[in-house]
């Protein structure tokens, strides 16, 4: 074989979405895929031979997704994935980061994002069509997807994976945090098993940094069964509240002198409403955060509370049963003497502090935080 056949492009070649070419545009037609019959690995987003030097050891044909998300990576330069600016763009028109990663998604059909590149122009409004398009009206208006142009990003102290941290509007105390799904979940314990090895993580790091602080953290969530990250509801009260609320897992520290009244209050709570709590223990966070899931049932609302001796406090929420969204802040807010912070609305700070609290925050909690 001649050295011009061995280095001719194979007929069925796809053009590298991202390399600046001399040549006309392709239609449409010619860039949609050919059939599923086609390997996958004709539509790996990434052309080797062509991709940017990476930095560090890793696997370079990788995406950062801290970079693609946010525009930024803490590990610069060591960063041992792709920093590809125009990647960052496509995401930010709405496109899957695993489409764009791994030119497939797992997810398929009930994937909130595009599964197509998007021309410069094209964002959220043109995402999807139908019953489609009221999820990502929702992603769009949502508090918490980072791809929103409502992300409250200022508050942002921690980016993982698949979960991120940030400070909470209106907290309880100032340091409260919230661990939240970075795809538009519905709540932690629907995402895939191998992404609560994370959460974990970021949980411990949270309890090694408060225990510096002579401190303990207590976790909890409220999952509404029609909820998505933010639950959006006719009445403005129940709006903002749920707003709020999401379904993201909150992270409250609590002074070490009260730690062990805690499951005490959260009981007679619970008998208060005239409901039991269903207990987990378990010798480490993993394995009772298995438990917790083999319990949840989508079909219905649920509340959790994880406490500082590991034990966790679960509740399914029958159909008509009433059962407040601020549960689990107003047992805390009791138990610390708060009961004038019990409503987040009654918290809200300025833009201008809640970014002085939150560079505070990250500043002291650099050396705990596992994305660093």
Same mark, same amino acid.
């Given at each position: 074989?001649?050295?011009?056949?061995?280095?001719?492009?194979?007929?069925?070649?796809?053009?590298?979405?991202?390399?600046?070419?001399?040549?006309?545009?392709?239609?449409?037609?010619?860039?949609?895929?050919?059939?599923?019959?086609?390997?996958?690995?004709?539509?790996?987003?990434?052309?080797?031979?062509?991709?940017?030097?990476?930095?560090?050891?890793?696997?370079?044909?990788?995406?950062?997704?801290?970079?693609?998300?946010?525009?930024?990576?803490?590990?610069?330069?060591?960063?041992?994935?792709?920093?590809?600016?125009?990647?960052?763009?496509?995401?930010?028109?709405?496109?899957?980061?695993?489409?764009?990663?791994?030119?497939?998604?797992?997810?398929?059909?009930?994937?909130?994002?595009?599964?197509?590149?998007?021309?410069?122009?094209?964002?959220?409004?043109?995402?999807?069509?139908?019953?489609?398009?009221?999820?990502?009206?929702?992603?769009?208006?949502?508090?918490?997807?980072?791809?929103?142009?409502?992300?409250?990003?200022?508050?942002?102290?921690?980016?993982?994976?698949?979960?991120?941290?940030?400070?909470?509007?209106?907290?309880?105390?100032? +340091?409260?945090?919230?661990?939240?799904? &970075? !795809?538009?979940?519905?709540? #932690?314990?629907?995402?895939?098993?191998?992404? %609560?090895? @994370?959460?974990?993580?970021?949980?411990?790091?949270?309890?090694?940094?408060?225990?510096?602080?002579?401190?303990?953290?207590?976790?909890?969530?409220?999952?509404?069964?029609?909820?998505?990250?933010?639950?959006?509801?006719?009445?403005?009260?129940?709006?903002?509240?749920?707003?709020?609320?999401?379904?993201?897992?909150?992270?409250?520290?609590?002074?070490?002198?009260?730690?062990?009244?805690?499951?005490?209050?959260?009981?007679?709570?619970?008998?208060?409403?005239?409901?039991?709590?269903?207990?987990?223990?378990?010798?480490?966070?993993?394995?009772?955060?298995?438990?917790?899931?083999?319990?949840?049932? +989508?079909?219905?609302?649920?509340?959790? &509370? !994880?406490?500082?001796?590991? #034990?966790?406090?679960?509740?399914?929420?029958? %159909?008509? @049963?009433?059962?407040?969204?601020?549960?689990?802040?107003?047992?805390?807010?009791?138990?610390?003497?708060?009961?004038?912070?019990?409503?987040?609305?009654?918290?809200?700070?300025?833009?201008?502090?809640?970014?002085?609290?939150?560079?505070?925050?990250?500043?002291?909690?650099?050396?705990?935080?596992?994305?660093?």
């Amino acid at each position: 074989m001649s050295s011009a056949e061995i280095s001719m492009k194979p007929p069925n070649t796809t053009l590298f979405p991202y390399k600046v070419i001399e040549e006309t545009a392709p239609t449409n037609q010619e860039t949609k895929r050919l059939s599923d019959s086609v390997p996958d690995t004709q539509y790996w987003r990434y052309d080797v031979s062509q991709k940017r030097q990476k930095h560090g050891a890793g696997d370079g044909d990788k995406l950062c997704f801290k970079f693609v998300s946010s525009g930024s990576c803490p590990r610069g330069e060591k960063c041992n994935f792709l920093h590809d600016t125009e990647a960052r763009e496509q995401y930010m028109r709405g496109v899957c980061f695993d489409f764009i990663n791994k030119g497939k998604c797992e997810r398929g059909p009930d994937c909130n994002f595009k599964h197509s590149l998007q021309d410069e122009g094209e964002g959220f409004v043109s995402r999807r069509s139908g019953s489609e398009n009221a999820k990502s009206s929702r992603s769009k208006n949502c508090w918490f997807c980072l791809s929103s142009p409502e992300v409250e990003s200022h508050l942002v102290i921690s980016l993982g994976e698949s979960y991120y941290c940030a400070l909470a509007k209106g907290p309880l105390v100032e +340091d409260q945090v919230l661990i939240i799904p &970075v !795809e538009h979940s519905p709540n #932690t314990l629907s995402l895939p098993l191998e992404s %609560e090895t @994370e959460l974990v993580r970021f949980q411990k790091s949270l309890k090694m940094y408060f225990k510096t602080q002579v401190k303990e953290v207590v976790f909890f969530e409220w999952i509404f069964k029609r909820g998505t990250h933010a639950n959006i509801q006719k009445d403005e009260y129940i709006q903002e509240e749920s707003r709020q609320c999401g379904n993201s897992k909150r992270a409250v520290p609590i002074p070490l002198s009260r730690a062990s009244a805690v499951k005490q209050i959260f009981v007679l709570a619970a008998e208060k409403m005239g409901f039991q709590f269903v207990t987990i223990r378990s010798d480490n966070d993993f394995e009772g955060r298995k438990l917790l899931r083999a319990q949840f049932d +989508d079909k219905f609302s649920f509340f959790y &509370v !994880e406490l500082p001796d590991g #034990t966790i406090l679960s509740h399914a929420i029958e %159909e008509n @049963e009433k059962f407040p969204a601020q549960f689990g802040r107003e047992v805390l807010a009791g138990l610390l003497n708060m009961a004038d912070r019990a409503d987040w609305r009654n918290c809200k700070q300025s833009k201008e502090d809640e970014m002085k609290v939150a560079e505070n925050f990250k500043n002291q909690f650099k050396k705990f935080d596992p994305n660093q």
